[in-house]
């Protein structure tokens, strides 16, 4: 019996507590939204102003960092942005999330999916209910989605590759190798095959000599390995490209290790934070990826255009995105409706302390 | 031989009786009264924070979020209710779906795809139900092992591919709804399901049996109840209702992956033992878990609504899932001390758990985000 009556003098006080915790906020907004629909009256057509940028989940570095390039899009666009995630990367939870987002009646998702095909019917029930849904960094398949931000394409990524081992070769240029993942990697095998096209073809690099590509298997030893033997097979060896974050921090390693800093630069494709060290001690100076803070903030525009009609979901159609220029709508037989943001963002010894991912 | 078998079939009826007995009066009274009025909290919290709650539309399409959940709990009482437990059905409903979608992707018509996905999910049910009740090993041990097991036999059929392209007949399944009404499918079967266990659970001679095990497993087997029969049953039913979970989920997501569902398994937990249903067996009702199922439901959908970040939504389910196992406890205790000596603790208890709730309900505006709703 005693307990009963705890627990009733339990509830009966949190009813009391909770009725007073929800009448004070409440009041406070219908009054706001009394007065703001009255403003809207005066003014002219009813703009969209809430968007949600759901990365694969939340407290990972890397999507925070997209927020970042999120909010910067929404204080220029005059919108609200909401950073708002499952707590792990499960697209069961995503869906949840999507659902409760979708019935909020927002203006546009702005998604990174954790599963291309798993979200299709979430996706298909936020643009029917008319919401702009557009994917960045990991798309939906195209029926789920107007348009994806696709972060980079093969020439892009082949081409800053040669750029920058042309920089750091110098002007009269000089050998380079390439230390690449599996030979059996599909993304690198295409993008060696591009630059070794363009190493044929072009003129800017005419004086690029590809002397051996070699593969570390995306393991940390062996690429190390491959870097020292590299070293030693090709004295006059200027650079080494690495298009794998595996491979880039081993040969970055083995220069700086083998005390090579200044004679044989090492560049490729890597992230910030494992390549800090290197970038500043001159082992690595400029490596390249995309930006997320970029993607980010091109997928909000690219949200917003469509949620406001400024762009359909069509190929051909073009808009304008803040800082970053203008940007057309392009059709992938693959990709679908897509929107390149351009060559890969390069990171070096001015601009790494911008970045923490 | 007939002369033996009588007193034992009497004896057993009695301790099942009482234990039947015991459980309504017990729980019915403190758990679940206190669910339902935590429910309509949640609805009227939630219909004052936000505009979208009370839309038929938005309910009926978050509903079918939690329905996977609930179809592995029905089986998932029964169990808990004899002190066992199963942590392999979101592993055997990933296996399940795999095996459906690697057949369908080669070709196989869907329904002998998701028939074949039925039998290999109760395979596993039985390959549980023979090690715990055939070997005598323990339901958490053997399920922990096959919890790796199975997962890793889904990954073994997809690997990094996904099964897709199911046809509509099959994904009415999961994002169908019946008729021309709001109720999707995968709630009405939901129901149906939960209707047919509840009345297994309370008003037949096994399910009485299930609460006679929970409460003392010898004193049940000497009583003549088929323990090893009625707890390998239950895994295959487990391991069943896995694997359907897992259709309804292929067909909600159109598509199948090795790793659709991971981590539900302790959700499926939560909402049994936040039903009043005694982890250590004996107690609890299928009414309980269905309203904390719903309770859950609701407060998950609310708190998106008002853009509480995911993490504090857990924590919020945790903090109740806590309370939950908290207030049974107190309620023994007080009731094997019935000395006001104990009083002060009592006292000190109460105010933890109303201390828990105002927290909860701080966390609840503390944590919102700019809220979309009242723009």
């Known amino acids: 019996m005693k307990f009963r009556i705890f627990t009733i003098a339990s509830i009966l006080m949190v009813i009391l507590s909770l009725g007073l915790a929800a009448c004070g906020p409440q009041e406070e907004a219908t009054e706001a939204v009394v007065e703001e629909t009255e403003e809207e009256v005066v003014e002219e057509a009813p703009t969209c102003e809430n968007y949600v940028l759901v990365p694969k989940n939340l407290g990972n570095p890397y999507f925070d960092t997209g927020n970042v390039g999120a909010q910067e899009a929404a204080g220029e666009l005059g919108i609200t942005v909401l950073y708002q995630g499952s707590a792990t990367a499960d697209a069961t939870e995503q869906i949840t999330l999507l659902n409760s987002l979708i019935a909020q009646n927002v203006c546009g998702l702005a998604i990174s999916a954790n599963d291309a095909d798993a979200l299709v019917p979430t996706g298909q029930a936020a643009m029917d209910a008319g919401i702009a849904v557009v994917t960045w960094d990991s798309a939906i398949a195209p029926a789920g989605r107007d348009i994806h931000i696709n972060q980079a394409e093969l020439a892009g990524i082949a081409q800053i590759q040669l750029d920058m081992a042309s920089r750091l070769a110098g002007e009269d240029g000089g050998q380079i190798a390439i230390l690449s993942a599996t030979s059996t990697a599909p993304n690198q095998n295409a993008w060696i095959a591009a630059m070794e096209e363009m190493l044929a073809s072009e003129e800017a690099y005419a004086n690029l000599e590809l002397v051996e590509t070699v593969y570390g298997d995306d393991d940390d030893t062996k690429s190390y390995n491959e870097a020292q033997s590299l070293f030693t097979k090709y004295p006059d060896l200027e650079v080494i490209i690495a298009p794998t974050t595996v491979g880039i921090a081993a040969s970055a390693r083995a220069v700086t290790d083998a005390d090579l800093i200044g004679q044989v630069f090492v560049t490729g494709l890597g992230t910030p934070n494992q390549m800090r060290e290197y970038v500043k001690n001159g082992s690595s100076p400029e490596f390249a990826l995309w930006n997320p803070a970029d993607l980010a903030y091109l997928a909000v525009y690219t949200t917003h255009a469509l949620a406001t009609g400024e762009i359909t979901a069509e190929a051909g159609q073009t808009f304008t995105a803040g800082r970053l220029g203008e940007y057309t709508v392009q059709d992938d037989p693959e990709l679908g409706l897509n929107v390149l943001l351009g060559l890969p963002f390069v990171y070096n010894a001015d601009n790494i302390d911008d970045f923490d991912w | 031989m007939k002369s033996q078998a009588n007193p034992q079939n009497t004896s057993a009826a009695t301790i099942s009786e ?189 399910g009485r049996h299930l609460y006679a095990i929970g409460n003392n497993e010898e004193a049940a087997k000497y009583s003549g109840v088929p323990i090893d029969k009625i707890k390998f049953s239950l895994f295959v039913i487990s391991g069943f209702m896995a694997a359907f979970a897992g259709l309804v989920l292929a067909a909600r997501f159109g598509s199948t992956r090795p790793d659709n569902g991971t981590g539900l398994e302790l959700a499926v937990i939560t909402a049994t033992v936040l039903g009043g249903v005694d982890i250590d067996g004996g107690k609890g009702s299928m009414y309980g878990a269905v309203l904390s199922l719903l309770l859950i439901g609701l407060l998950r959908f609310g708190m998106g609504l008002v853009n509480i970040q995911s993490q504090v939504q857990s924590t919020i389910i945790g903090l109740l899932l806590i309370v939950s196992i908290f207030l049974p406890h107190i309620g023994q205790r007080i009731a094997a001390n019935k000395a006001t000596r104990f009083r002060w603790k009592t006292v000190l208890a109460v105010v933890g758990i109303i201390a828990l709730f105002v927290l909860f309900f701080v966390f609840f505006f503390w944590s919102r985000a700019p809220v979309l709703a009242e723009i």
């Open chain 2, 18 to 206: 009482r234990a039947t007995r015991r459980s309504l009066t017990d729980v019915f009274k403190n758990w679940e009264l206190l669910l339902v009025v935590l429910i309509i909290i949640v609805v009227l919290v939630n219909t004052r924070l936000s505009p979208y709650f009370l839309n038929a539309k938005n309910i009926s399409r978050t509903s079918s979020d939690f329905m996977e959940i609930g179809l592995m709990m029905l089986p998932m009482v029964f169990i808990v209710v004899t002190g066992n437990i199963d942590l392999s059905v979101a592993s055997n409903m990933g296996m399940s779906a795999s095996f459906m979608g690697l057949l369908h992707n080669m070709g196989v018509n869907i329904w002998l795809a998701a028939l074949a996905g039925l039998a290999l999910g109760t395979l596993g049910g039985v390959l549980n139900g023979y090690l715990i009740a055939k070997v005598k090993l323990p339901s958490l041990v053997v399920t922990l092992g096959t919890y790796a097991f199975f997962r890793g036999i889904a990954y073994g059929f997809l690997g990094d591919q996904a099964a897709r392209n199911y046809p509509a007949k099959f994904t009415y399944l999961g994002q169908g709804r019946v008729g021309g009404s709001l109720i999707p499918v995968s709630v009405a079967i939901f129901i149906g399901l939960a209707i047919i266990f509840g009345i297994i659970l309370h008003a037949t001679k096994f």
